[in-house]
């Protein structure tokens, strides 16, 4: 099996959500990460390491013109840092590409049954904590 395979269905996906959505991959996983941790307010650093970023790279992301329209920034009332959360433009624009997400994951499992389509997604997932592990060693 050619695991660069796996490169070229990202690299269709990016350009799927971005055809349907208008929104580049870093827009992507902050939209997606509000939105499955019910749009809580969080300060920038927090948010940072979640999504596995640096501080300034997530600073740039969200100084990106349409990034600051899907955003709320605020000043933290307990110290200096900055709280970000996902606007009403913003959770709009997140249910529009979960429905796209569906669509496209839809597409892809077109030849599986729901279970099959279950189980690969699992195997899968394996297949990415691995892929984590394997930078751990390097």
Same mark, same amino acid.
Request: aromatic share 8%; proline share 0%.
């Given at each position: 099996?050619?695991? !660069? +395979? $796996?490169?070229?269905?990202?690299?269709?996906?990016?350009?799927?959500?971005?055809?349907?959505?208008? @929104? %580049? =991959? /870093?827009?992507?996983?902050?939209? !997606? +990460? $509000?939105?499955?941790?019910?749009?809580?307010?969080?300060?920038?650093?927090?948010?940072?390491?979640? @999504? %596995? =970023? /640096?501080?300034?790279?997530?600073?740039?992301?969200?100084?990106?013109?349409?990034?600051?329209?899907?955003?709320?920034?605020?000043?933290?009332?307990?110290?200096?840092?900055?709280?970000?959360?996902?606007?009403?433009?913003?959770?709009?624009?997140?249910?529009?590409?979960?429905?796209?997400?569906?669509?496209?994951?839809?597409?892809?499992?077109?030849?599986?049954?729901?279970?099959?389509?279950?189980?690969?997604?699992?195997?899968?997932?394996?297949?990415?904590?691995?892929?984590?592990?394997?930078?751990?060693?390097?």
């Amino acid at each position: 099996m050619d695991v !660069l +395979f $796996f490169s070229t269905i990202a690299d269709r996906v990016k350009k799927e959500i971005n055809h349907k959505c208008g @929104l %580049n =991959i /870093s827009q992507t996983r902050i939209l !997606l +990460f $509000f939105d499955e941790n019910e749009n809580q307010a969080l300060a920038m650093g927090k948010l940072a390491e979640a @999504l %596995n =970023i /640096s501080l300034s790279t997530l600073s740039r992301q969200l100084q990106q013109k349409k990034t600051k329209s899907f955003i709320n920034i605020a000043r933290s009332e307990k110290d200096s840092s900055k709280i970000v959360n996902l606007s009403e433009a913003g959770a709009a624009k997140a249910r529009e590409l979960k429905k796209t997400l569906t669509k496209i994951e839809n597409l892809l499992f077109i030849y599986f049954d729901r279970d099959a389509a279950n189980f690969f997604i699992k195997q899968l997932s394996r297949v990415a904590d691995t892929s984590v592990s394997l930078e751990k060693m390097e």
